[in-house]
Nanobody, 125 residues
């Protein structure tokens, strides 16, 4: 059983930056591909970014490409989502997710078995 804890959310002005972290425990971290999703009030949970087990591949939603960078440190059991040039439309609860081994259909929330509780990101205009 993998436990995930997100941190780093907060309130930031448009154009600012935040770095989210997701700390994992309870499993062999390097066996899990990781993803970030976000959910705004009244909307579905949307894919943000995903990274393969050993950082070979990263994938991004078109809406964040060029602004967000996903990385992982397998020695620290942690993934990081660096978010730059934030926009008000980036406001949401951000969730970290894990799935064992593969990263097929990475944009689909139902492909991830483990989820954190989320961290709020609010971008003011």
């Amino acid at each position: 059983q993998v436990q995930l804890v997100e941190s780093g959310g907060g309130l930031v002005q448009a154009g600012g930056s935040l770095r989210l972290s997701c700390a994992a425990s309870g499993g062999t971290f390097s066996n899990y591909a990781m993803g970030w999703f976000r959910q705004a009030p009244g909307k579905e949970r949307d894919f943000v970014a995903a990274i393969s087990r050993i950082t070979t591949y990263t994938y991004y939603a078109d809406s964040v490409k060029g602004r967000f960078t996903l990385s992982r440190d397998n020695a620290k059991n942690t993934v990081y989502l660096q978010m730059n040039s934030l926009k008000p439309e980036d406001t949401a609860v951000y969730y970290c997710a894990a799935r064992y081994w593969s990263l097929g259909e990475y944009e689909k929330p139902n492909q991830y078995a483990y989820w954190g509780l989320g961290t709020q990101v609010t971008v003011s205009s």
